[in-house]
């Protein structure tokens, strides 16, 4: 029609630059819009909205080269935008182009909000042939993948105030943030497979029954009176923890993890380090190989439509991670004991004749003996936890929650869910091992003694003790969030805390006065991180907002707390 040209031209013409949705969530632009002219008015402002920002300089095809303003984009409000064709849509930074060429023969994508959800069709026809190919002819790392390749010291240093979907902002003050980025710079695995650190956990109060620092039945008097009917109760094996990310394939490590090589996953410490060391760093591989092969007999990867596992594991024995601790500090402790009753023994024999130094040493000497006892029940309690290790099949894996999968973060899943998966993913055998449990209720008092014996008669034969938590994965309380887990340690393994002595009337009286605030308090900031970072990797944010707080459990661990506790 004539006259349409130049009303469409004056139309647009006459249009704002940008539109700020959702009480600023959402920001919609030609070309892009950065953080400090979103809502703002200018020429500068217009130019950037309309064309973008260019480097000055030409490519092949006599176009200009784009600044990919998007990587360095911070901000809180999400950017759509286009003016570039882009081969699929996909996040980078808050930002996502949706120009997928429907011009060029691509397609026409569009962007539902809020439900983030990308909705194409394919174009009738080619109607322009474009002056650079934009169709990928291979799959390529996402855009995100490539700016997640450096990390930025600025989103994980300093004083932060971090915000999580199940409690309140929680602080990680200057000093602690630096002391977790020594730890991560030096030791860490790649960061990319850094998706999750797991929290410390509290023991329960402290028990007044003779000869006991901690019992059940305390753990059990907790979650009663925060209103909880119902726990599981799980045997806390004596081993090294372990964040456990295997992949269905290699090829997962590089399509959704960045990575740049194929891989089976990655095992790490609660620290975020290497579980095995260097000379056994072939182990990794074969013991998630077996992962692998496990949830492929239990059909893990169809069912939860997943195609890698996070999963939190104790690797046994101990002293497959913990061999020179057990040289170094406990076995010295028992030698040391040994040794100062010998030498006594020697003093009373060259004694004998003078009966006052008969009188006085065959008292320390008696006491020494004493002590004998309490030191043979200190080396015992170690060596329950040391076998000889030669190979991966030598190892036993406990899994005991199922953490994330690409589905989604199985938090709303309840403990039952997760016994019934691991209990499937361990009757593949070999190295992986079930936990056992009980379920108890907490105003059943039958129960609760029949819980009490069973851990009485476990910790006997060498556990370590059990862990009660709530039949909810997640449950709050009228003060917030409750603690996700309590440990019960045995009488036997609490000597390797406290030392041989700790069950004398004396020492128990001291250490009835521990408190236990502190550790609490970390505890639920801790596991309160761990789940924003698996939810925020699940949901396809940038590394970074994943590593906030990753950086921020491991900055808590540098807060003064007892580290027996």
Known sequence: QPGFSQAAADFMDSLVSHYVLDAGRLVIAHAGMKEEMQGRGSGKVREFALYGETTGE?????????????QDYRGDAAVVYGHTPVPEPEWLNNTINIDTGCVFGGKLTALRWPEKELVSVSAKETYAQP??????????????????????????????ILTTRTTHSITIREENAAAALEVMS???????????????MSPCETSNRDGYLERPEEAFAYYRNAGIDRVVCQEKHMGSRAIVVVTRDDEVARKRFGLPEPGPGSIYTRTGRPFF?????????????????????????EELETDWLCLDAEIMPWSAKA?????????????????A????????????????????????????????????????AYQRYCWKVESVRDLKMAPFHVLAGERGVYMERDHGWHLDILDRLCAAGGVLTPTPRLI???????????????????????????????????????????????????????????????????????????????????????????????ERFVRHEPLRRTHECVFGVLALESEPVDPRL
């Open 58 to 70: 030409t490519d092949e095809f006599g176009l200009p080269v784009r600044y990919n303003w998007a």
């Open 131 to 160: 002056a650079k190919p934009f169709q990928a002819e291979e799959q390529a790392p996402s855009g995100q993948q490539v700016a997640d390749d450096l990390l930025d010291l600025s989103d994980v240093s300093g004083k932060r």
């Open 186 to 200: 030096r030791f860490a695995v790649d960061p990319r497979w850094l998706v999750y650190l797991p929290p410390t």
């Open 277 to 301: 060391n260097a000379s056994k760093s072939s182990w990794q591989d074969e013991l998630l190989q077996l992962v692998r092969e496990a949830a492929d007999e239990a059909k893990l990867w």
């Open 323 to 339: 061999g020179d601790l057990i040289r170094q500090q406990y076995a010295a402790v028992g030698a040391a004991g040994r040794a």
């Open 341 to 380: 009753l010998e030498d006594y023994s020697r003093l009373l024999d060259q004694a004998n004749g003078r009966p006052e130094l008969v009188d006085s040493l065959s008292e320390v000497v008696a006491e020494q003996a004493n002590r004998q006892t309490d030191l043979a029940g200190y080396t015992n």
């Open 440 to 534: 108890v209720g907490t105003t059943d008092e039958k129960a609760q003694a029949d819980a009490a014996i069973w851990w009485e008669e476990r910790t006997a034969a060498g556990s370590e003790g059990m862990v009660v938590k709530p039949w909810e994965f997640i449950k709050k309380g009228r003060r917030g969030l409750l603690q996700p887990a309590i440990k019960v340690r045995g009488q036997e393994y609490l000597r390797i805390i406290y030392g041989p002595e700790y069950t004398e009337t004396k020492n128990l009286e001291r250490l009835r006065q521990r408190g236990l605030g502190a550790k609490r308090s970390l505890a639920v900031r801790e596991f309160a991180l761990g789940m924003e970072a698996l």
